[in-house]
């Protein structure tokens, strides 16, 4: 297989929680493009040198196509448009595509920091032991406080995630996919927030009947992809 994906994995290989890997999956998965996925983790940077990130570290996803290597989940959708423009677009028009980079803002500066509160303890639970002292101290800086304190204010997390999501539940009542009859990528970007809400929480954020849930099994389903564990090469 000629596509390699690094992607960020708890302990557990197999539980794969990053919002902007799963954006670069249902990319590659859109335009019809075979790949295989390594799991990485967070202090695997020697790993990703390769990549040319930087002092600053690296970060997943790195995606190595035919020998080519790009990294952040914008840049290798930019480089599949472009690379594979014979495959159904992610961005349609020049129309959507302005309307997609709303949804990029929206997705990063109102539903990724509600989300993150929630999350994050279970997360720091989840990852592998040896990522736990580099989470605690480049995460806890961050929020401005322990990772206890904030599993100790969860529930008033709560009320906010759910706030966020009420123009996307009203959305979504009325059509399959943000993007119409058929998902592009502003759908991937709001699906990877939510995936990675749904893989990490220790409870449920959405009801099996909510408009949200039922756009997620479509999403997954029109691609193929539900109940289909990552592809590994390790």
């Not at 493009?33 to 990549?51: G, K, Y």
């Not at 032991?129 to 480049?138: C, E, G, L």
């Not at 943000?178 to 990877?192: E, K, M, S």
């Not at 389903?221 to 590994?232: K, V």
Request: overall charge neutral.
């Amino acid at each position: 297989m000629s596509r390699t994906l690094y992607d960020l994995a708890a302990a557990d290989p197999t539980l794969r929680f990053s919002p902007y890997c799963w954006r670069t999956k249902l990319a590659l998965a859109h335009k019809n493009l075979d790949f295989e996925t390594v799991p990485w983790r967070f202090t695997d940077q020697d790993v990703i040198a390769f990549s040319g990130q930087g002092q600053s570290g690296g970060k997943v996803p790195v995606l190595v196509d035919n020998g080519t290597v790009v990294h952040d989940s914008q840049s290798i959708a930019e480089y599949l448009e472009t690379t594979y423009p014979q495959a159904p677009t992610l961005f349609g028009d020049a129309a959507s595509r302005a309307l997609t980079g709303f949804v990029k803002q929206w997705t990063e500066d109102t539903l990724h920091p509600t989300i993150v509160k929630i999350v994050l303890p279970d997360i720091f639970k989840l990852i592998d032991p040896k990522d736990r002292t580099y989470f605690r101290q480049s995460r806890e800086p961050r929020i401005g406080m322990t990772i206890e304190a904030l599993a100790a204010r969860r529930p008033e997390f709560l009320p906010p995630f759910q706030a966020a999501l009420a123009p996307l539940r009203d959305t979504l009542k009325a059509q399959n996919f943000l993007a119409g009859v058929t998902p592009a990528y502003a759908d991937h970007i709001v699906f990877g927030a939510l995936k990675w809400a749904r893989t990490t929480s220790s409870t449920a954020l959405l009801a099996p009947d909510d408009p949200i849930s039922l756009w997620m099994e479509r999403l997954l389903s029109y691609y193929g992809l539900r109940n289909q564990p990552p592809a590994s090469s390790a």
